[in-house]
């Protein structure tokens, strides 16, 4: 078994509850934790056992990109369920990090974690 780890991976999205946030957009960062046995690809060194990140970043790019949510929970959420239906693999880790919160607070962003089991495990 192998986790592949595609870390922080930015988009600009128009996420939020506040019509400001749908309207001027911001920042936002993901992080994909993959669990799948690299065995399966390893013993053949061959792309088309493995899971090929170039796609995995086409699906977040698009999803993070390619519509609003009010919350980035729900975000999280539909990018963790697209990913465990496109890719076989055992599990699948969404973090989600947005960098402008409207708080009246002084912080680095506000980050969810996501967790679903893939169809494999």
Known sequence: MG???IKNLVFYGYHGVQDFEKELGGRF??????????????SEDTL???VDYQEVYAVVKEMV???KYHLIE???????EALVEQFEV???TVILR???VPIDAVLD???VEVTRKGTHS
């Not at 960062?29 to 390893?42: H, L, T």
């Not at 729900?74 to 963790?80: D, E, F, G, K, P």
């Open 65 to 67: 990109t390619g519509r």
């Open 3 to 5: 986790i592949l780890t």
């Open 74 to 80: 729900t975000l999280a959420s539909h990018l963790a």
């Open 98 to 100: 947005k960098k402008k």
């Open 90 to 92: 055992d599990k699948i």
């Open 29 to 42: 960062e993901v992080d994909v934790k993959i669990q799948y046995p690299f065995s399966r690809c390893a």
């Open 48 to 50: 088309h056992k493995a």
């Open 109 to 111: 962003y506000v980050e």
